[in-house]
């Protein structure tokens, strides 16, 4: 092979490598397009807050962070239940949509609020399969988001045991039952 053959080799990146570059460029965009949104919203809101951008899994997550003396005023941005922190993060996707043409499957956090109530779905998913085991009925789970519902969903298969969505809207809810049901 000629040495201008070799350099050509080398440097033309697969078409699997374009993908996965293409892919970081889209996720990377998406964060700056994100964290400009959220930005603004927070000037016009008045708030302090740092934004950090985090790629993992391939899926953006933004937090919105701020000293314990701004935590207070940055909880209006989460809400009832994470109510308006849901509303907010579809706007944010709406942003990016609108501005991309890509729809985007990005998180976002405000105050470690969805890290925290991670771990509250994590122990409730356990105390329902616990439950099940026990009496071998089924459990039905309070209404929650699209995002909390997943969350739990995969714990409840991680520990062998099946779940399912069943209602509609903000009814939306898991019912938890054995493996053999």
Same mark, same amino acid.
């Given at each position: ?33 994100? +964290?400009?949104? @959220?930005?603004? =919203?927070?000037?016009? *809101? ?7 951008? !985090? /790629? ?61 109530? +991670?771990?509250? @779905?994590?122990? =409730?998913?356990?105390? *329902? ?7 071998? !009925? /089924? ?43």
């Amino acid at each position: 092979m000629s040495d201008v053959e070799q350099s050509e080799a080398v440097e033309t990146p697969t078409a699997v490598e374009e993908d996965v570059l293409d892919h970081a460029k889209i996720i990377e965009e998406e964060g700056d397009i994100a +964290a400009d949104y @959220l930005e603004e =919203l927070l000037d016009i *809101a008045d708030l302090d807050g740092d934004i950090d951008i !985090e /790629v993992r899994g391939g899926r953006t997550y933004i937090s919105i962070v701020g000293e314990p003396a701004d935590e207070k005023s940055l909880g209006r941005l989460i809400g009832s239940k994470g109510e308006v922190l849901d509303s907010l993060q579809e706007l944010t996707r709406l942003a990016v949509l609108t501005a991309t043409g890509n729809r985007s499957r990005l998180v976002l956090d405000i105050t470690g609020y969805r890290q925290g109530r +991670a771990g509250e @779905l994590k122990r =409730l998913a356990e105390e *329902a399969v616990a439950k099940v085991q026990a009496t071998g !009925e /089924v459990i039905a789970l309070d209404p929650m988001s699209a995002y909390e519902r997943k969350l739990v969903h995969d714990c409840i298969a991680t520990l062998g045991l099946h779940s399912e969505s069943e209602g509609e809207g903000p009814g939306r809810h898991i019912v938890v039952s054995s493996a053999t049901s």
